[in-house]
């Protein structure tokens, strides 16, 4: 059974430091990326790692304040998120691909490139 959980979401004041971590298993699992909605707003790419080589991108919104990395040979994902402004309120989905895709600086951002979906967890910052 394929299942991505996300945990480590919560309330937290503009300033502060969350974790997030997404657990990945019951396929093989080549990237996985967050990306988060906020109410009313499209759905937004936050970050992605390969696990092949380790190369990470960022959302231009988050670049110095998140960091994306992996444990447990890639099945473990996290998201640091320090200095969480409150327009980084939203709820925080896992995502991956079926099986190997190609990413790149474009590629890795596109909902349509991932398959498999956490339920998401809410990330809340107050002001």
């Known amino acids: 059974e394929v299942q991505l959980v996300e945990s480590g979401g919560g309330l937290v004041q503009a300033g502060g430091s969350l974790r997030l971590s997404c657990a990945a298993s019951g396929f093989t699992n080549y990237a996985i990326a967050w990306f988060r909605q906020a109410p009313g707003k499209e759905r937004e790419a936050v970050s992605c790692?390969?696990?092949?080589?380790?190369?990470?991108y960022y959302a231009d919104s988050v670049k110095g304040r998140f960091t994306i990395s992996s444990a447990n040979a890639g099945n473990t994902v996290y998201l640091q998120m320090n200095n969480l402004k409150a327009e980084d309120t939203a709820v925080y989905y896992c995502a991956a691909p079926t099986g190997w895709r190609f990413l790149d600086g474009r590629s890795w951002s596109r909902y349509y490139e991932y398959d498999y979906w956490g339920q998401g967890t809410q990330v809340t910052v107050s002001s």
């Open positions: 790692i390969e696990h092949s080589d380790g190369t990470t």
